[in-house]
């Protein structure tokens, strides 16, 4: 099996805005003014759809089949014995043309028990492009004083609520499942998520939103605010969750591991990287790929089935490698 390189795959007329930083990003025209996110080696679709968002093929075979035809080839038999035919990861290219309302994801015990979802949505971003970020409590809230902003929308309030972080290219910031956050505008990120769609929105003011519909996931805010923390993070644990990058296997907090993990490569000259699924987001150079024709060049994006073994990498580029959760670890 071989290295495949992807296309685009932008969902048409999001909530919010963006998405030129993304076809800046791949070297394509500019698009509508409401696809922010490319959905990237997914085999997930949007909440309340049944194929967009999923990834295609070349051969037009979309990559949740592929996987669900040939799982132990994609997958390697580690990961199957221990998850099953599930990737157990999405990358998305994210472009925030304007700042996204406050939110947080389920855990995956609330997901399960409320949704009957395989999983919830732990997150983490790699920066491309710097700016402001909103991100956990700065003291501890109640669900009433929750439920209290949201039915007024008091977005200044629900700001006021969180830590404000200036982030800078090369940056990591871990989300995990129930913390409050908001992407601030002008921010262009990677983004590996959990293979959901959840979200729970505490704003939507100013968005192409139903928030009283659909800002709960079906469950009433009642319930659905029981998936939000509560509690406020100290200074000294936003740092943890924020922080530069580095190189290396596993770029983002420890916490983060048993959701997914990102390498990321500064290539010069030779790297030789283990087998695995993966799906490639090459930032910036241009690197070969041995035992294939394919060439890595800024701004493209790949899948890689476990089959295809060891990545030997050769030439000078930024790479960053997506990966499920090791089954290692």
């Known amino acids: 099996m071989d290295i495949t390189l992807l296309p685009s795959n932008r969902p048409p007329e999001r909530f919010y805005r963006g998405g030129r930083k993304i076809t800046d990003f791949r070297g394509e025209p500019p698009a509508g003014p409401r696809e922010p996110e490319d959905w990237v080696g997914s085999t997930t679709a949007l909440a309340g759809e049944t194929c967009l968002g999923i990834?295609?093929?070349?051969?037009?075979?979309?990559?949740?089949?592929?996987?669900?035809?040939?799982?132990?080839?994609?997958?390697?038999?580690?990961?199957?014995?221990?998850?099953?035919?599930?990737?157990?990861?999405?990358?998305?290219?994210?472009?925030?043309?304007?700042?996204?309302?406050?939110?947080?994801?389920?855990?995956?015990?609330f997901a399960g028990k409320h949704l009957g979802r395989s999983h919830g949505k732990a997150e983490a971003w790699y920066i491309l492009d710097g700016g402001e970020v909103h991100l956990g409590l700065t003291h501890d809230v109640t669900l009433d004083q929750l439920q209290s902003l949201v039915n007024n929308q008091d977005v200044d309030s629900l700001l006021s609520l969180l830590h404000r972080v200036e982030v800078q290219p090369g940056d990591i910031i871990y989300v995990p499942p129930g913390v409050l956050h908001a992407i601030g505008e002008g921010v262009f990120l990677v983004e590996l998520q959990e293979p959901e769609d959840l979200s729970i929105l505490l704003e939507w003011r100013d968005f192409e939103l139903d928030g009283e519909q659909d800002g709960h996931l079906g469950l009433g805010f009642d319930l659905a605010l029981h998936a939000i923390e509560c509690r406020g993070r100290s200074a000294e644990e936003i740092r943890e969750l924020v922080r530069p990058a580095g190189v290396g296997p596993s770029v983002f907090p420890a916490a983060a591991d048993p959701y997914f993990v990102?390498?990321?490569?500064?290539?010069?000259?030779?790297?030789?990287?283990?087998?695995?699924?993966?799906?490639?987001?090459?930032?910036?150079?241009?690197?070969?790929?041995?035992?294939?024709?394919?060439?890595?060049?800024?701004?493209?994006?790949?899948?890689?089935?476990?089959?295809f073994g060891k990545l030997q990498l050769r030439g000078r580029a930024e790479i960053l490698i997506c990966r499920p959760p090791d089954v290692d670890r």
């Open 55 to 109: 990834t295609v093929l070349p051969d037009g075979q979309t990559l949740a089949d592929a996987v669900a035809d040939q799982p132990e080839a994609w997958l390697g038999r580690a990961h199957l014995d221990r998850y099953g035919p599930d990737a157990r990861l999405l990358v998305k290219l994210l472009d925030a043309g304007q700042r996204l309302p406050v939110h947080a994801h389920p855990h995956g015990d």
């Open 262 to 307: 990102l390498e990321r490569v500064v290539l010069d000259g030779e790297s030789c990287l283990e087998p695995g699924f993966a799906v490639l987001v090459t930032l910036t150079g241009q690197a070969a790929l041995d035992g294939t024709e394919q060439q890595l060049t800024a701004g493209t994006t790949a899948v890689v089935p476990h089959a």
